[in-house]
């Protein structure tokens, strides 16, 4: 795009496209993309600086000048100023003591034109050329293009402390998130794992512009932008970052963030995502487990239950090794989408199962939960309850009481090979299990484990008991 020239003090600098919803970026442009929507916007402009004060307008859509600085120690900030593009109301304001033509519509459809000297806006009141006024607005108004600045503008006056080649200026936007997905598909012990991070710009455009995405837990004390609404556009996926067309993506540790630059540059537009691989394909070992979830509530009072058998869920769980030294263990992983896949007899790829990762730092294992059993099942039943007041352990203390409950957990196989099903036990405080079918592996201070095995298209039974203090 053409720029324009305008005359400032000291220098005379350009005005500026950025962050525009009609226009892109202009210029050379860095960016940073955080998942809630925020983009730290980094923008290295040609024109150089004089030693003192310089002033400039630059041309800038949904800019908060209280995140304006420039990252260049030698050279402050002194003000900002930012006027959105003029709207009705603002030109009205703006055209007060002017004579403006206004279109009115007849009864017969047709229209014809008045003219009125805008003497207030609210309430309103018109003068016409015969000296009556009129209390409301003669018709539509036309506004001459002095009254009417079509993009937002922001006028910036820097202070350097010495002369400087360029110009360097950041801000805080609103406007571009993006989101990752991995794909993993199960070949028995091992699995083949890529990952890749999806851009959605709802009003940043970009035509060329360096990215990295910031991955970690970003407080938010400012008051979020209002959400801006786009038409529905085309989708193009766009998958760089492979060995043979690009360098893959890198990624280093700011403070208590992960910043993973992208390779080369690219195009945003608004609407439009842009999916990037974060690593080529890596094949890593993985592991199955089946888990039934206790019965103990966490903390409080522990009840009595039903008489009749409860259904309980099976879930379903992966585990993804990443040791370190290794290129895949060395690895942080954004928090993102994991998706399962195995293929079926015809070797064709099958959506097994979905689950939410965490940010996974390096060298630990990646552990989701991907559903639930088809044919694994399981009933759990309470078969004892008890309740014993005992005395406090001194004068004062109020009494403690002791609850013993037994309970019987039936699983059932359906599958033509056998299983391990993790019965998992977990609560706070004072508990114990006094007794057991199978053997309970302390897996923490909280939790505890029954591995449970279970024969082919066959069934098992665990039984124990659990004794706890409130």
Known sequence: MDAITLPVARCTLPVLA??????????????????????????????ALEKGRNTFTLKLEDLDPATLFSPDSSVA????????????????????GQALTFVRQRADGRSDTVRATVVRVNPPQ?????????????????????????????????????????????????????????????TGARCQVSGTATITSQSLAADSAEVQLVAGSISRVRGLAAPVAFEAA???????????????????????????????????????????ALFPRT?????????????????????????????????????????????????????????????????????????????????????????????????????????EQLPPPRRGLAARQRITAAYKVMITNAKPEAVT?????????VWQIVESSVPAEKLSATEIRFRVPVPATGTATLSYTVQAES
């Open 234 to 276: 085309r989708v193009e996926r766009m998958v760089v970052g492979s060995p043979p067309i690009l360098p893959g993506t890198a990624e280093e540790a700011v403070g208590e963030t992960h910043v993973y630059q992208l390779p080369g540059r690219f195009a945003l537009e608004r609407g439009v995502p842009v999916t990037t």
């Open 126 to 186: 018109y003068r016409l050329t015969d000296g009556r006024f009129v209390l409301s607005e003669p018709g539509e108004p036309l506004f001459p293009a002095a009254l009417v600045g079509p993009v937002p503008e922001a006028a910036v006056v820097l202070e350097a402390a010495r002369a400087r080649p360029h110009t360097e200026l950041a801000y805080v936007a609103q406007g571009a998130s993006w989101q990752v997905v991995y794909q993993m598909i199960l």
């Open 421 to 429: 099903v993790d019965v998992r036990e977990s609560r706070s405080g």
């Open 283 to 387: 094949a890593v070992a993985s592991s199955q487990e089946f888990v039934i979830p206790g019965a103990l509530p966490w903390r409080g009072f522990l009840g009595q239950s039903p008489a009749e058998p409860n259904r309980v869920p099976v879930q379903v769980w992966y585990t993804l090794k990443r040791s370190r030294g290794t290129p895949f263990g060395d690895r942080p992983l954004p928090a993102g989408t994991v998706q399962l896949y195995q293929t079926d007899s015809a070797g064709r790829v099958q959506l097994v199962g979905e689950a939410r990762s965490d940010h996974t730092a390096p060298g630990r294992d990646l552990r989701v939960q991907s559903g639930e059993a088809f044919d694994v099942t399981a009933e759990r039943v309470q078969t004892d309850y008890n309740q």
């Open 77 to 96: 900030l002194v003000s900002g100023v930012a006027r959105p593009a003029t709207d009705r109301d603002a030109a009205l304001q703006h055209a007060v």
């Open 18 to 47: 950025g962050l525009a919803v009609a226009a892109p970026l202009a210029g050379q442009t860095s960016l940073s993309i955080y998942t809630d929507g925020r983009v730290v916007v980094r923008r290295t402009l040609p024109q």
